[in-house]
């Protein structure tokens, strides 16, 4: 029993001073390979590529310095607020200038602005038309004193350069054809529908409007029994709504042109207690309202064309342009918004994006 004793304690030591020995020799043979490797240099840094180099130059050349103004037919509404801020942010992280100038829905007001911008000679020029006409000749003109021409989500009667925003004509399209579901043949409902227009010669009502009837009058049991402009004014899409109602108490849809101004449209029919047979349909930025709406039942379904992205395709657009030089006025683009449809069960979570602190 000792001599098994002591063999073990003699095997442990033995495998104890092997161990030491064996860690002694990697850990200096770790210490010579880092003493002949030396301290890293600044030399020893990985290089980027010659063509990375070369287009981070370009981009810098053509936009560090450059200045956009921007004039939207009011500030202090979800949809211009989102693309003010998403923009400012992005163009400054490129090394450009914002400038923003708010005419608070007032017309002459927005042509003085636009009027001058031009004379301020910035590099790009990015406007929301009220309408087809007011701006559309100071666009011409700001073409020919070499400025781009960016028109945001509502286009005039000339094209400049480019046009970001929805597809007006396939967002009617996408919201007549659920509305042809609900209330066309089949449906065992009457059939009526109620329309209420922005501004009647705002291109996002009159292309919405033509994608909404084609796809309506697909459906001869589909009764358009009226069709008014609101102006994008709530108060006025509510006394639109309440009258409607009153003519037509078993009407089945009404379709808003933008989600703002739906929801007095909504609540006339949440007031008249016609929320669960009449289907409210609108179209609109995306912003937190719109899905508290969905979640509250004041919508059936809401056609987003996302504000936020449009606020980075509108930049993207802008570094394109300027990036590849061309004369003003030469290039006419369409950089379409992805359109997403929501209802109480989509509405909810990232599908509207956060309000900003």
């Known amino acids: 029993?000792?001599?098994?004793?002591?063999?073990?304690?003699?095997?442990?030591?033995?495998?104890?001073?092997?161990?030491?020995?064996?860690?002694?020799?990697?850990?200096?043979?770790?210490?010579?390979l880092a003493a002949l490797a030396g301290p890293a240099t600044a030399a020893d840094a990985p290089k980027p590529s010659k063509n990375a180099l070369e287009l981070q130059a370009r981009s810098e050349k053509a936009l560090k310095g450059k200045t956009i103004g921007w004039v939207p037919v009011t500030l202090g509404i979800p949809l211009a607020d989102e693309w003010t801020a998403t923009m400012k942010q992005e163009a400054e992280k490129l090394g450009m200038k914002l400038v923003v100038r708010d005419p608070g829905w007032n017309a002459t007001a927005q042509l003085q602005a636009v009027s001058a911008l031009i004379g301020e000679k910035v590099d790009v020029l990015v406007v929301q038309n009220p309408n087809v006409q007011l701006l559309a000749r100071e666009l011409k003109r700001a073409n020919e004193a070499g400025i781009y021409v960016v028109q945001v989500n509502m286009a005039s009667n000339y094209d400049g350069d480019a046009y970001v925003g929805a597809d007006f004509?396939?967002?009617?399209?996408?919201?007549?054809?659920?509305?042809?579901?609900a209330c066309g043949k089949g449906s065992g409902t009457s059939g009526k529908v109620q329309i209420i227009q922005g501004e009647l010669t705002a291109t996002a009502s009159l292309d919405q409007l033509a994608g909404l009837m084609e796809a309506l009058n697909k459906?001869?049991?589909?009764?358009?029994?009226?069709?008014?402009?609101?102006?994008w004014d709530a108060t006025k899409a509510l006394d639109i709504t309440s009258s409607v109602i009153q003519q037509h108490p078993d009407l089945c849809a009404s379709v808003g042109f933008w989600g703002v101004m739906q929801r007095g449209a909504s609540q006339a029919l949440?007031?008249?207690?016609?929320?669960?047979?009449?289907?409210?349909?609108?179209?609109?930025e995306g912003g937190p309202a719109d899905c508290d709406m969905l979640q509250q039942g004041l919508l059936h379904k809401y056609m987003n064309y996302q504000a936020?992205?449009?606020?980075?395709?509108?930049?993207?657009?802008?570094?394109?342009?300027?990036?590849?030089?061309?004369?003003?006025?030469t290039k006419h683009i369409a950089n379409f918004s992805q359109l997403v449809m929501l209802d109480k069960e989509t509405g909810k979570g990232d599908a509207c994006y956060s309000a900003r602190k």
Not at 13 to 26: K, L
Not at 169 to 181: A, C, F, N, S, T
Not at 221 to 231: C, F, L, R
Not at 270 to 284: R, W
Request: charged fraction near 20%.
């Open 219 to 231: 459906d001869d049991s589909i009764k358009v029994v009226s069709n008014q402009a609101a102006n």
């Open 308 to 329: 936020r992205l449009q606020g980075h395709d509108i930049i993207q657009t802008i570094s394109f342009l300027l990036q590849n030089g061309d004369k003003p006025g």
């Open 169 to 181: 004509i396939r967002v009617g399209q996408l919201l007549g054809e659920d509305v042809v579901k």
């Open 1 to 32: 029993m000792r001599a098994s004793r002591a063999f073990s304690s003699a095997a442990a030591h033995a495998s104890g001073a092997f161990r030491r020995t064996v860690a002694g020799s990697v850990l200096g043979g770790c210490f010579a």
């Open 270 to 284: 949440k007031t008249a207690g016609k929320l669960d047979q009449v289907k409210s349909y609108a179209s609109g």
